[in-house]
C-alpha cells in the first residue's frame, strides 16, 4: 500500500490494488468501517462527492470513501467494461484487501445502487445500509438524470448540471462549474463516463433496478434518505425502496435537491451518527 497524499489535489488519497486495479481512497478515524460510494455525477469523485461530512463522520469510527472504478483517480483499465456486477467485484475487492469483512454501507445516488447490489449479492458483508437519492428501483427516466448521463463537456452543459443538483443555488458559487467541467475532461474521463451510460439511458436506470422480491429479501436495518425536490432521482424511488426494504426507514429534507450531504450536511450526519450508533 502507498500513501500519495499531495496538497495540491485533495482529491488525491492513498492508493491501494483492489481486484488488480489502482485504487485512490481516503481513509481517516478510527473504529466501526463505514464505506461510502460516490454518485455519476461527470468528473466526480469520492472526495468531490463526501468532503464535507468525511470529517464529522470520522469522529468515533474508520470512514473509507474509494474512487470507484472508472471515477476520479482509480485507474481506468483499456479493457475494462462497465456493469453493476464489475463495480460491485471493484468493491469486494477493496474491501477484501484492506481485511474489512463486515462494514455499513452509505451510497448516493449511483453509489445507492451499488450498495444495494453488494448488499443482495454479499449480505454477510454489510452491516447497516444507508441509500440517498439512491438509484434501485424501476422508474421512468427523470430529464434530470437523462441530461447528468447525457452529458457532454462544455463549462455552460455543467453549469446546468449543477442547478438540477442544488435546491439552492447559493451553494454553488461563481466557480464550480468550471472547477467540476476541468474535473470531466482529464484524459480518459469523459471517454469512461459515456461509455458508462449510453443510450437509451431508461436501460441504464432498469439495469440497477433490484426485483421487488430482491428488495424485500434484504436483511440489514436500512436507512433511506431523500431530498423533496429532487430533479435527478425521484423521491418516489425511496419511498418504493421504504416500502419493500423490511427493517427500513426513510427521511425526507425539504427543500433539499440531489445534494443531501451538501445542501443539509449538518443534518445528514447527525441523522447517520444517530443510525449508525443503534
Known amino acids: ?85 464489475a463495480w460491485v467485484d471493484h468493491i469486494v475487492g477493496f474491501l477484501d484487501v484492506l481485511d474489512l469483512p463486515i462494514v455499513s454501507v452509505v451510497g448516493n445516488s449511483f453509489g445507492g445502487a451499488l450498495a444495494l447490489r453488494l448488499a443482495e449479492r454479499h449480505p454477510e458483508r454489510v452491516d447497516r445500509l444507508v441509500l440517498m437519492g439512491s438509484v434501485g428501483t424501476h422508474f421512468e427516466i427523470t430529464p434530470g438524470l437523462d441530461a447528468v448521463w447525457g452529458y457532454e463537456p462544455s463549462v455552460e452543459n455543467m453549469a446546468e448540471l449543477l442547478e438540477l443538483f442544488a435546491y439552492d443555488h447559493s451553494l454553488l458559487g461563481p466557480d464550480l462549474a468550471r472547477l467540476r467541467y476541468e474535473a470531466s475532461i482529464r484524459p480518459g474521463v469523459q471517454e469512461s463516463y459515456s461509455a458508462m451510460f449510453p443510450a437509451p439511458r431508461q436501460a441504464g436506470v432498469d439495469a440497477f433496478a433490484l426485483s421487488d422480491e430482491q428488495l424485500r429479501a434484504l436483511p440489514h436495518e436500512t436507512l433511506i434518505v431523500h431530498g423533496r425536490d429532487d430533479k435527478v432521482i425521484p423521491l418516489s424511488s425511496s419511498i418504493r425502496l421504504n416500502e419493500l426494504i423490511p427493517r427500513s426507514q426513510l427521511h425526507v429534507f425539504n427543500q433539499c435537491g440531489h445534494w443531501t450531504q451538501i445542501e443539509r450536511a449538518t443534518e445528514f450526519v447527525h441523522l447517520l451518527e444517530g443510525f449508525l450508533r443503534r
Open 1 to 85: 500500500m502507498t500513501r500519495t497524499v499531495t496538497d495540491a489535489n485533495p482529491e488525491i488519497g492513498r492508493s491501494i490494488a483492489a481486484a488488480g486495479i489502482r485504487t485512490n481512497y481516503h481513509d481517516l478515524g478510527d473504529g466501526a468501517p463505514v464505506l461510502l460510494l460516490h454518485g455519476s455525477g461527470p468528473g466526480v469523485s469520492a472526495w468531490a462527492n463526501w468532503r464535507g461530512v468525511l470529517p464529522p463522520l470520522a469522529q468515533g469510527r474508520r470512514v473509507l470513501a474509494p474512487d470507484v472504478v472508472g471515477f476520479g483517480y482509480t485507474d481506468r483499465p483499456a479493457d475494462f467494461t462497465f456493469s453493476h456486477q
